[in-house]
Structures are given as structure tokens and as C-alpha cells.
């Protein structure tokens, strides 16, 4: 009686779980280019960086920007150019409409004008601007020598790390996965996939409503104290930017911490639900700190999504533990159709 042959020996290995054995020295080896190709693609990102770094700041200071063009519309300032420069910002209630006519226009300028026989200087609407361009609510300035070379090894270091980040996954991915199970490395891609979404999501969230509403409330809570806000350190802004984003960014993570909690065992669904009003608190503080404004309209700005994404995380161990509990009294009953 002929024997039934056995399985190809690597679907064995997917379900059981790990690759090939390897000596010990072979893994160090394997661990050593995994770290020579990680360090390589964060040097070459940050040198692409460090050659971009105009672009890196004019994509930092759009919320700055949106900022101005934001306060210009609520107070209806137009900024007031002399030649090719902002000397100041004019309140358009000021002045009578018979500068401009039906509506007014986004700046104002400082020209030369022949009245009679004479050449005086003039307020002239300039027509030709765009509206909340050039407007700097804040000027960003560099104080020493080597401020520029600081900020732009800062956007370098930083920029570098977000951009190698995919190419330091996959080469951490090559070294880890060989070793873990079918179910284990699901489970992982899942957990990236989501992960990424959500930093994303929270970068582009903070950097398109979080950023502006902070910027003007820091100026006009400066302005309320009695402060001038007109002049900032360019360092101290790209600093601030960064780590607001990269903040904002690791605080949409909660789902993938909680629900792995609950995976391996930590937490479960009952815990989650008990301790909701603690993480009401919790989370109520921590944005307190993540957003140094300190006004609560930018602190509630992130804490209700953080709180939402609670919500969901609650909602999707109770799905799982309802599951099992199906499973449970499906094995209990002998019925193994309802288990599928």
C-alpha cells in the first residue's frame, strides 16, 4: 500500500511558523546588512532633504500662511507694501470706500502720484495681489550666524527619519518575517497597514486645521498678554511644526496600541468600557501638553478625534469578543457549521 506523499516542506514551515534554520552567525550576518541598508536609506533621505530644503520650508510655513490669510478675514486687515516690501497691515474700516469702489482690494500700496504739477506719496489700492499673499502675520528670522544651518539640519534629521520610514520597514520586515506565523505576519501586515493610515491621517489633520487654529490663538493669546507676536525664531517655528505633527501623527495610534493590548491578552472589551471615563481625563491632559497653546479650543481640536478613535477601538474589541463568544457556544453545542 503506497504511503500518501507529505506536504511540500514549505507549507509546513508557513503553518508552523518560521524560515529555514539558520546558525546563529548567519542571523547576525542577516542582522548586520539589515542595519547597514536601514542607516543607508535614512543618510541618503536626509541629504535629498537637505538639498530640498526650500521646498521643506515653504511646505512648513503654508499653515503659517493659512494662518494670515485666516486673520487678515476675520479682522479685514490688507497689508501695506512700499516696493517690494510689507511695512505694515491696514484695518479696511479705516479707510473710505472711495479708494476702491464696490470691494475692496486684498493690499494696498505706497506710490508715487502726480498731483498737479507735484509728486507725492500716495495710498493706492493694488489690485493685482492676491489675497493673504506676502501677508506675514509673523516674520520667522534667523539670529545667528549658523541659524540657517541648524534649521536646515533639523529638516534634514526629521525629514530624513519620515522618509526613509517605508524603506527602514520593509528592510526590519525582510530580517523579522522569515520568523513568524501565517497568523502572526497577517496580523502584522494589518497592524502596519493601519498604523500608516493613521499617522497619515493625523499628520495631514494637524498640519491643515490643527496647525492654523494653533498659530493664530498663539499670536493673539501673545497679543491679549500684551506681547508682540511679529517676529518669531525660524528654528523655534520649524521645531514647534515638526513635533506638533509627529505628535498628532503617534497620537492617532491608539487604535493599533489598544487592539494589540487586546490581542495578545492585556485588555479585553470589559476593561476598555469600564475605564472610559479615566481615559476621558487622561486624554484631556495629554492634549493639554501636545498642544502648547494652552487655549482649549486646539486642545479639544485633537482630543475629540483621540476620543472617537477610543470609540472605535471599544467597538472593535467588542465585536471580537462577541465572536469568540459565538465560537465558545458553537463548540459547546457541537455545532461546528456555526463556527465557519
Request: contains cysteine; negative net charge; hydrophobic residues 50%.
Amino acid at each position: 500500500m503506497a504511503e500518501e506523499p507529505l506536504p511540500p516542506p514549505e507549507e509546513v514551515s508557513d503553518e508552523e511558523g518560521g524560515g529555514p534554520v539558520k546558525p546563529f552567525l548567519e542571523h547576525l550576518e542577516d542582522l548586520r546588512w539589515t542595519l547597514i541598508k536601514a542607516v543607508s536609506a535614512v543618510i541618503i533621505s536626509m541629504i535629498v532633504c537637505l538639498v530640498a530644503g526650500n521646498k521643506l520650508v515653504e511646505l512648513l510655513t503654508f499653515p503659517l500662511r493659512k494662518a494670515q490669510s485666516l486673520s487678515d478675514s476675520v479682522q479685514h486687515n490688507a497689508p501695506l507694501r512700499l516696493g517690494a516690501a510689507i511695512i505694515g497691515k491696514i484695518p479696511i474700516s479705516t479707510l473710505s470706500t472711495n479708494l476702491w469702489g464696490t470691494s475692496p482690494p486684498p493690499a494696498f500700496e505706497i506710490a508715487p502720484v502726480l498731483v498737479g504739477t507735484n509728486v507725492v506719496l500716495a495710498l493706492v489700492p493694488d489690485t493685482n495681489a492676491v489675497a493673504g499673499s506676502g501677508s506675514g502675520m509673523v516674520l520667522l528670522k534667523n539670529y545667528s550666524p549658523i541659524g540657517g544651518f541648524a534649521v536646515a539640519l533639523e529638516m534634514a534629521l526629521y525629514g530624513g527619519l519620515a522618509l526613509s520610514a517605508p524603506f527602514v520597514m520593509f528592510f526590519i520586515g525582510q530580517f523579522v518575517l522569515p520568523a513568524l506565523r501565517v497568523r502572526e505576519k497577517q496580523f502584522l501586515y494589518r497592524a502596519l497597514g493601519v498604523g500608516i493610515g493613521l499617522f497619515v491621517a493625523g499628520v495631514v489633520f494637524c498640519y491643515f486645521i490643527i496647525m492654523q487654529v494653533t498659530l493664530l490663538a498663539t499670536v493673539q493669546f501673545s497679543q491679549w498678554l500684551g506681547f508682540s507676536a511679529d517676529e518669531w525664531k525660524a528654528e523655534d517655528y520649524i521645531d514647534f511644526v515638526v513635533k506638533m505633527l509627529l505628535a498628532v501623527g503617534l497620537s492617532f495610534q491608539l487604535p493599533v496600541i489598544l487592539l494589540t493590548l487586546v490581542k495578545i491578552g492585556i485588555l479585553s472589551y470589559q476593561t476598555l468600557s469600564r475605564q472610559r471615563s479615566y481615559f476621558v481625563v487622561i486624554n484631556l491632559v495629554a492634549c493639554a501638553f501636545i498642544t502648547p497653546s494652552g487655549d482649549p479650543v486646539t486642545m479639544l481640536l485633537l482630543a475629540v478625534p483621540v476620543q472617537l478613535l477610543y470609540e472605535v477601538s471599544v467597538f472593535i474589541a467588542w465585536t471580537w469578543w462577541r465572536k469568540e463568544q459565538k465560537e465558545l457556544a458553537a463548540l459547546e453545542s457541537g455545532d461546528p457549521s456555526a463556527t465557519s
